[in-house]
C-alpha cells in the first residue's frame, strides 16, 4: 500500500494511524504504517517528553508524528489577550454547573478522593497548551505536525517547516482544504461525516473526491468510516494518497483505555450507536451514544456551551464517569466504523487484515478490468 505520500516518509504502507496511546502509535509505526500520537490529553510539558521517549525508545527508528489541537477561534479578553484556563472556567454559567451535579447525581457517579485531580482536561483546546506542547516535540525528530481543527497559525507553520516536518490539517468540506492549501499545509486530512471526533456533515464518499480535485497537487489523506483493506483500495481510487484510521486502534491489545467495560461497549456496539454530539467540547464529534449524550442534546436542556467551555466544564464529570465506569453514562469519541471493531486483537494483526483486504480488493478490481478489455 505505497504512495508518493508514504515513499517520501519512508513508510511501508500508506496507513496514518491516529491514537492517544504512546504504545498503539510506535506498534503502528513498527508494523509499516505512520503512528500518530494524540497530544491534546498532555497538560503537562513533562508528560509529552515522557511519552515521546518512550515512542522514541521503542518505534525502532521508524517515523511517526504528532497530532494537536489548535482551534482557529480562540477565546480571548476584550483587549485581544488570551485568557488563562481559570478566566475561561469563569465565564462558565452556574445553571450549566447545575445541570452537571444533577446529571451525575441522577446516576449515582460518586464523587473523586478528596485532593484527587480530574484525570481527562482538555485544555488542550487551548492555543497556549498546545504551543508548550510543541515547544516539546520539535525536540525531537517528529516527521509529521497534524492539527484537528483548522489550519495552525502561520508560526507554527513556518517552525515546523524550518525543521523539515510536514504540517497536516483536517476538512470537512472542499472550502476547508483550500483555506488549508492558501495558509502552506502539506497534507490535507479529508475527514467525513462518519467519523470519530470532531466531523463535518459530508459523507466520506462524496468528501474525498472533492477535496483531491479542491488541492491537487497537494496530497490528501481519506478518514471516516474506513477500517478494512477494501475501504483502503477505494480511499486510493478515489484519489486519495493514504488514509486516515484512529477509531480503529482503540480495541488494540496495545491500546489502554483503562475501562474493561468501555472496552465491552465498543465491541458491542454497531454502526448505528453513535452520535454526532457537542456534549463533550463544544463542538459536534461523533461519538458513542449514551445517557449522557442524550442528556445534553434533550430539548429542555440548558444546550452545550461553545468550545473551550464545554470541555473544561464536563471535565471532572467525565473523569467520574471513566472512573467509576457507570455504564449508561460511559462513552468514547468513535467514529461509524465501530460496527467492525468486534474483537480485541493486536495492532499487527490489524495491520495483516487490512493489507490482505487491500491486496484481494485490488485483485478483484484488476480482474473486472481485464474481463471488461477482452
Known amino acids: 500500500m505505497q504512495t508518493e505520500l508514504s515513499k517520501q516518509l519512508g513508510v511501508e504502507h500508506a496507513v496514518f494511524g491516529f491514537t492517544p496511546f504512546p504504545a498503539v502509535a510506535a506498534a503502528i509505526s513498527r508494523a509499516g504504517g505512520f503512528g500518530v500520537l494524540g497530544a491534546v490529553r498532555y497538560t503537562a510539558p513533562e508528560d509529552l517528553k515522557r511519552d515521546l521517549d518512550w515512542i522514541e525508545a521503542h518505534v525502532e527508528g521508524r517515523p511517526y508524528g504528532l497530532d494537536v489541537v489548535m482551534p482557529a477561534k480562540k477565546v480571548e479578553a476584550p483587549s485581544g489577550q488570551a485568557l488563562s484556563e481559570a478566566d475561561v472556567e469563569a465565564m ?19 464523587e473523586l478522593a478528596e485532593g484527587e485531580a480530574s484525570g481527562w482536561r482538555i485544555t488542550g483546546w487551548m492555543e497556549q497548551v ?43 468540506s472542499a472550502r476547508h482544504a483550500r483555506k488549508h492549501q492558501e495558509a502552506g499545509i502539506d497534507i490535507v486530512v479529508a475527514q467525513g461525516y462518519e467519523a ?71 465491541l458491542a456496539a454497531g454502526s448505528g450507536d453513535t452520535v454526532r454530539s457537542r456534549a463533550l467540547t463544544g463542538k459536534p464529534a461523533r461519538q458513542l451514544r449514551t445517557e449522557w449524550t442524550d442528556a445534553w442534546d434533550a430539548p429542555d436542556g440548558p444546550g452545550t456551551l461553545p468550545m473551550p467551555l464545554q470541555g473544561l466544564l464536563v471535565a471532572e464529570a467525565v473523569s467520574r464517569i471513566q472512573k467509576y465506569e457507570v455504564d449508561p453514562l460511559l462513552g468514547t469519541p468513535v467514529g461509524q466504523i465501530v460496527g467492525r471493531m468486534n474483537d480485541v486483537r493486536s495492532v499487527r494483526a490489524v495491520f495483516d487484515d487490512l493489507t490482505r483486504g487491500f491486496e484481494q480488493a485490488v485483485d478483484r478490481v484488476q480482474r473486472i478490468a481485464g474481463r471488461s478489455g477482452q
Do not use: C
Not at 506542547?133 to 508560526?155: K, T
Open 92 to 110: 462558565i454559567p452556574e445553571g450549566h454547573r447545575q445541570f452537571v451535579r444533577d446529571t451525575l447525581a441522577k446516576y449515582g457517579v460518586p
Open 130 to 172: 498546545a504551543r508548550s506542547q510543541l515547544d516539546v516535540a520539535f525536540d525531537y525528530p517528529i516527521r509529521l505536525l497534524a492539527n484537528a481543527l483548522g489550519s495552525p497559525p502561520a508560526d507554527i507553520v513556518a517552525r515546523a517547516h524550518e525543521r523539515g516536518v510536514l504540517v497536516a490539517a483536517l476538512a470537512g
Open 196 to 266: 470519530g471526533g470532531h466531523t463535518g456533515e459530508i459523507a466520506s464518499m462524496v468528501l474525498t473526491p472533492e477535496v483531491v480535485d479542491a488541492v491537487d497537487p497537494l496530497p490528501v489523506l481519506a478518514a471516516g468510516g474506513i477500517g478494512s483493506g477494501r475501504q483502503i483500495a477505494a480511499a486510493l481510487a478515489l484519489g486519495a494518497q493514504g488514509v486516515w484510521l484512529g477509531s480503529l486502534w482503540l480495541t488494540t491489545a496495545e491500546a489502554d483505555l483503562h475501562s474493561s467495560a468501555l472496552t465491552r461497549k465498543l
